[in-house]
């Protein structure tokens, strides 16, 4: 359905929104604005492609395994590739990292390196697809660290606090376009008649109070005794003087998206199975807690601020807890009482 357009209402495009921002900063060269916009050119294009999934062959699997030993989907792949092909030539980049790609992806020496570097989970809840559940893009952008020349690791093992930009692109039953450049988290809605992302969620603030705890409690078994104690605190057992609604997606961008518009909290603790967490830091946990935190929430690996690790691999894990800060804050008390600083 093409968008309504009310008397007297503004409509703000993506692109006008971010050119807006940038007048923000005198000294900006357009770079961190171009950038951003090429990521929402990508968001366009895997939108189109995975609304069409079954219709167009491309559903299913390549038959191979990501570096993390996960069954690569031919989606994960077109969304790899478009992002990589409309960012490795434009002199914007020093180097990229993806969940696709073992190693950091370096810009091909035919082409000029910039100051900025791009992580990215091309298609987050990928194992989602077959079941038309929403999945998603995730991104994070940083300066470069190293003077000049190709990118190296140094710089794509930046700390969440050194974050410039982050955002998600959401393909549900409709794909938003969420971003922050550290001045709050904008939301964007895509109307596939004219292909634009229309400002439809400006200044998005964690609500409060919350209404939603998301977490795999199918898990429930493996999970600490200060795990346990806490989903009983959500359910309003343990002393709580309220509760909240279990809402699980198993797809963590939908599922933060949610809690962002709705309040609550999304967990992925660490589990006698998974014993680092299963989450990526540095494109996951990263980008999604500093936009929580853009919104007034707060993330943490359950010991402290998630912003606070020094990355020390490309993909590394870490146990995520996410959303409202007083939520957030619950899980950190229950485990330091029941499980210590282990
Ligand atoms: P996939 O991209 O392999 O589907 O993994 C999705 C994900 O990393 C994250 O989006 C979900 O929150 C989480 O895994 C779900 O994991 P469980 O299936 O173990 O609950």
Do not use: C
Not at 180 to 198: M, R, Y
């Amino acid at each position: 359905m093409a968008t309504r357009i009310r008397p007297g209402s503004r409509i703000t495009t993506i692109e006008r929104h971010i050119m807006d921002k940038q007048t923000d900063f005198p000294d900006a060269t357009g770079s961190l604005t171009n950038l951003l916009y090429d990521i929402a050119v990508a968001g366009k294009l895997i939108s189109s492609h995975t609304t069409r999934a079954g219709l167009a062959d491309i559903l299913g699997s390549t038959g191979q395994e990501n570096v993390q030993g996960e069954e690569v989907q031919k989606l994960d792949v077109y969304a790899q590739q478009t992002i990589y092909q409309l960012n490795d030539h434009t002199g914007r980049l020093a180097v990229m990292g993806s969940e696709e790609e073992e190693n950091i992806i370096p810009i091909p020496d035919k082409y000029p390196t910039g100051k900025y570097v791009l992580l990215f989970d091309p298609l987050d809840g990928s194992s989602n697809i077959d079941f038309n559940v929403s999945v998603g893009t995730i991104f994070a952008i940083f300066k470069r660290k190293t003077e000049s020349g190709r990118g190296t690791l140094e710089d794509v093992l930046q700390k969440g606090t050194e974050v410039v930009a982050a955002g998600y692109i959401v393909y549900g039953s409709s794909t938003m376009f969420v971003y922050s450049t550290g001045d709050g988290v904008h939301g964007f809605t895509l109307d596939p008649t004219i292909g634009e992302f229309l400002l439809s969620h400006p200044d998005i603030r964690l609500p409060d109070p919350p209404k939603y705890y998301s977490a795999n409690q199918g898990y429930q078994s493996r999970w600490s005794e200060g795990i346990q104690r806490y989903t009983r605190w959500l359910r309003g057992e343990e002393g709580a003087t309220r509760s909240l609604s279990l809402r699980y997606i198993g797809s963590m961008i939908a599922d933060i998206h949610r809690n962002l518009l709705g309040g609550g909290v999304f967990y992925y603790p660490t589990d006698s199975k998974v014993p680092k967490g299963k989450l990526r830091l540095l494109y996951e946990a990263i980008p999604m807690s500093f936009l929580i935190e853009q919104a007034g929430g707060y993330a943490s690996t359950g010991q402290g601020p998630i912003r606070d690790i020094q990355p020390t691999k490309l993909h590394q894990r870490t146990p995520l807890f996410v959303g409202n800060r007083e939520l957030v804050e619950k899980a950190e008390e229950f485990i330091a009482k029941y499980d210590g600083a282990s």
